[in-house]
C-alpha cells in the first residue's frame, strides 16, 4: 500500500521560512517523480513544484526563487524548502506520487 506522510508545516511571519518534509512507502522511490501541490481557502488544488527520479526540479511561477524542492532516495524523503514567505502562500501543502496524496500539511503565512 502506497502511503505518503507530510510534516512541517504550520504559523510563520511573513519573510520566515518552513520546510515541508514527505515521507514515501510502498513505491520504488528512486524511480519515481513527486510533486508538492497546494490549496488554499476557495482556490483550486495547484502544482508548487515538482522532482523527477533523476533530480530535475520545476517549480510554479509564484513561488519561483523562494521555494526549493529536493529529495533524498536514501530516508525516502521529499522535501520544500520555503523561504521569504508570502500571505498569499497559506495552503494546504500535499505531497503527491502519480494518483497518491498524502493527508496534507497546513502552512499559515501572517502579515
Known amino acids: 500500500q502506497v502511503q505518503l506522510v507530510e510534516s512541517g508545516g504550520g504559523l510563520v511571519q511573513a519573510g520566515g521560512s518552513l520546510r515541508l518534509s514527505c515521507g514515501a512507502s510502498?513505491?520504488?522511490?528512486?524511480?519515481?517523480?513527486l510533486a508538492w501541490h497546494r490549496q488554499a481557502p476557495g482556490k483550486q488544488r495547484e502544482e508548487v513544484a515538482s522532482?523527477?527520479?533523476?533530480?530535475?526540479?520545476k517549480v510554479a511561477d509564484s513561488v519561483k526563487g523562494r521555494f526549493t524542492i529536493s529529495r533524498d532516495n536514501v530516508k525516502k524523503m521529499v522535501y520544500l524548502a520555503m523561504n521569504s514567505l508570502k500571505p498569499e502562500d497559506t495552503a494546504v501543502y500535499y505531497c503527491?506520487?502519480?494518483?497518491?496524496w498524502g493527508q496534507g500539511t497546513q502552512v499559515t503565512v501572517s502579515s
Open positions: 510502498g513505491i520504488i522511490f528512486s524511480g519515481s517523480a
Open positions: 522532482i523527477t527520479s533523476d533530480g530535475r526540479t
Open positions: 503527491n506520487w502519480a494518483r497518491v
